[in-house]
């Protein structure tokens, strides 16, 4: 009905770059709010970073100002640079999307992309 495709993780040295995107497709649907979350090894998945339907942003403090959150509403895609990479930014990363499909809200979520940072 709904598939989210993820892309942009990698292998980075510290300090380096990444651009993950989220694009959902499918049937008729509104998006409402999206965000990225990460979950590493042994530890409880945590938000990133999340934007509502207006364009309204809200970071983990742990972000730093290092990361951007944006969405392409016409392409029905949120985007997350990421700047300044540190080694425990590691994790996969997921993005989260909620949206309206007929009479109710609801979530959806990417398969994951891996983040690594080398030291």
């Known amino acids: 009905q709904v598939q989210l495709v993820e892309s942009g993780g990698g292998l980075v040295q510290a300090g380096g770059s990444l651009r993950l995107s989220c694009a959902a497709s499918g049937s008729s649907f509104k998006i409402n709010d999206m965000a990225w979350y990460r979950q590493a090894p042994g530890k409880q998945r945590e938000l990133v970073a999340s934007?509502?339907?207006?364009?309204?942003?809200n970071y983990a403090d742990f972000v730093e100002g290092r990361f951007t959150l944006t969405r392409d509403n016409a392409k029905n895609a949120v985007f997350l640079q990421m700047n300044s990479l540190k080694p425990e930014d590691a994790a996969v990363y997921y993005c989260n999307v909620d949206l309206f499909i007929d009479s109710d809200y609801v979530e959806y979520w990417g398969q994951g992309t891996q983040v690594t940072v080398s030291s």
């Open positions: 934007i509502s339907r207006t364009g309204t942003t």
